[in-house]
């Protein structure tokens, strides 16, 4: 959890819990050491945060302190909640999850109107042909997130299965597929893999460095655009497993 995150949770927790808590109880909730929430609570009264209390006794928000009201118009709001729905429709259980908590902390910020609304909006996102075994797994994100080459054993739509290790680079969304783009070692140049045909995928040690035509930018630039310009569709793309 990033330190931000943590300060916000911090400062909800302290909120709703309506009296004193100790550092232990407040550790519980985060699931962090004592000594961070001290190191924490330190930086937030620093800050002007009403926090009153000291460690062994506990810690309480003083009554009347909120967070600002974010601003937000209906449709900024409205766009928010629809990609929240759409990651849940199309996301693995982690991002459904931490969609559903984006979308909690909005509602938790918005004016009181606003709020209202987003809670029972009637805005839906429905994915046919979807489900949870065709999203990207956390540890395909974490590699992207952190330059780490993978391999993976990959089942062609020409029913040909090949080893692959590439860098990830990046994951695209066309409705039920998926697509991971990648520099592949194999072939020497950048893949798309349709991510409900990998398998034994392991996240290796090994981290990459951006190399100025290895990137998903130029990849876009250079390869989709042109591809799409010339009368591929974008669904026929995404089946095909893109560039392959």
Known sequence: ??????????????????????????????????????????????????IDGEAGVGYMLRPGFDLPPMTLTIEQ???????????????????????????QKLIEVLPEETSQYVSNAPLAAVIGGGGEEKAPTPNMRKAIREKRKV????????????????????????GAVWLMTGWCELRNDFRDFRVDRIEDFDLLDEIFADEDQKTYSYYVEHRVKPCLSAGNDKASYARSGGLH
């Open 1 to 50: 959890m990033r330190r931000a995150e943590r300060l916000f949770r911090l400062v909800q927790i302290l909120r709703q819990a309506g009296g004193t808590m100790t550092a232990a109880m407040i550790a519980d909730e985060l699931e962090i050491s004592v000594r961070t929430v001290y190191r924490d609570i330190g930086h937030l009264q620093g800050s002007g945060l009403p």
């Open 77 to 103: 709001a409205e766009a928010l909640l629809l990609g929240a729905r759409l990651v849940g429709a199309v996301g693995d259980a982690s991002l459904r999850a931490s969609a559903g908590e984006v979308l």
């Open 151 to 174: 391999s993976f054993s990959y089942f062609s739509l020409k029913q040909e299965r090949t080893n692959r290790t590439i860098r990830p680079l990046g994951l695209t969304c066309f």
